[in-house]
C-alpha cells in the first residue's frame, strides 16, 4: 500500500508569498498524482492531474512538479481564496486511490 | 454544466444500513468510471469504492470491503452505495466523483457530499 505524506501540516503565510507544498510517495507513484483544493463546507475540487497538467479552470498561479515519489504544489502569489486545505492523491494502482494527509495554508 | 447530486445520508444506529444515491448529469454517464470517497469529520480523504463504466470491475477500501456494495445504473444516470453494518467510525460527508477520463488517475468533478452519522 502506497503512503502519501504532506507536508508541511500547516504553511502560515501572506497573500503576495509565494507557497510549496511537499507530497512524497512511499514507493513510485510515476506521474499518476493530482492535487485538490478544499475550502471549509465544500467539495474537494481538481486543480492539478497527471503531476503537472492544470485542470479546467486552474488559474495559472498553481503548477504542479515531479515524478516518481516527490511532487510539489506551488502557488506563486497568494490570493486570499487561496487560503484552503491542499490534498494530494495518487492512483498508480488503478482504481485504487490514496490521499495525503492534506496541507493546510493560512493566512499569517 | 456536470452535476452530481448525492441523496439518502442520515443517522443510523451501528449495525445498521443505508443507501446513498447519486444523480449525475450533464455528461455521458454511462462513459466514466465513479467512485466514492468520505471524510470523517474534521478529517482527510478515504477513497471508499469505484466501479467501471461497464460495472464489469468493481474495488472496494480495506475498511468497508465486505460491507458496502457500489452499484450504478446507466439507463437512470445514477450511482449507488449500499452501506450494511454500519460503524461509529463510518460517519462522514460521502462524496460522489466522476473519473477525469479513461484510465485517468484524478477525480474531475465532486458532488456536495451526503453526510452519514451514526450513532446510538
Known amino acids: 500500500e502506497i503512503v502519501l505524506a504532506q507536508s508541511p501540516a500547516t504553511l502560515s503565510l501572506s497573500p503576495g508569498e509565494r507557497a510549496t507544498l511537499s507530497c512524497r510517495a512511499s514507493?513510485?507513484?510515476?506521474?499518476?498524482l493530482a492535487w485538490y483544493q478544499q475550502k471549509p463546507g465544500q467539495a474537494p475540487r481538481l486543480l492539478i492531474y497527471?503531476?503537472?497538467n492544470r485542470a479546467t479552470g486552474t488559474p495559472a498561479r498553481f503548477s504542479g512538479s515531479g515524478s516518481g515519489t516527490d511532487f510539489s504544489l506551488t502557488i506563486s502569489s497568494l490570493e486570499p481564496e487561496d487560503f484552503a486545505v491542499y490534498y494530494c492523491?495518487?492512483?498508480?494502482?488503478?482504481?485504487?486511490?490514496?490521499f495525503g494527509g492534506g496541507t493546510k495554508v493560512d493566512i499569517k | 454544466e456536470v452535476q452530481l447530486v448525492e441523496s439518502g445520508g442520515g443517522l443510523v444506529k451501528p449495525g445498521g444500513s443505508l443507501r446513498l444515491s447519486c444523480a449525475a448529469s450533464g455528461f455521458i454517464f454511462s462513459g466514466y468510471s465513479m467512485n466514492w470517497v468520505r471524510q470523517a469529520p474534521g478529517k482527510g480523504l478515504e477513497w471508499v469504492a469505484s466501479i467501471s463504466s461497464s460495472s464489469s470491475d468493481i474495488f472496494y477500501g480495506d475498511s468497508v470491503q465486505g460491507r458496502f456494495t457500489i452499484s450504478r445504473d446507466n439507463a437512470k444516470n445514477s450511482l449507488h452505495l449500499q452501506m450494511n453494518n454500519l460503524r461509529a467510525d463510518d460517519t462522514a460527508i460521502y462524496f460522489c466523483?466522476?473519473?477525469?477520463?479513461?484510465?485517468?488517475?484524478?477525480?474531475?468533478?465532486w458532488g456536495q457530499g451526503a453526510l452519514v452519522t451514526v450513532s446510538s
Open positions: 492523491q495518487e492512483r498508480s494502482d488503478w482504481p485504487r486511490l490514496t
Open positions: 466523483a466522476r473519473d477525469r477520463g479513461i484510465a485517468s488517475a484524478a477525480l474531475a468533478y
Open positions: 497527471d503531476a503537472s
Open positions: 514507493q513510485s507513484v510515476g506521474t499518476y
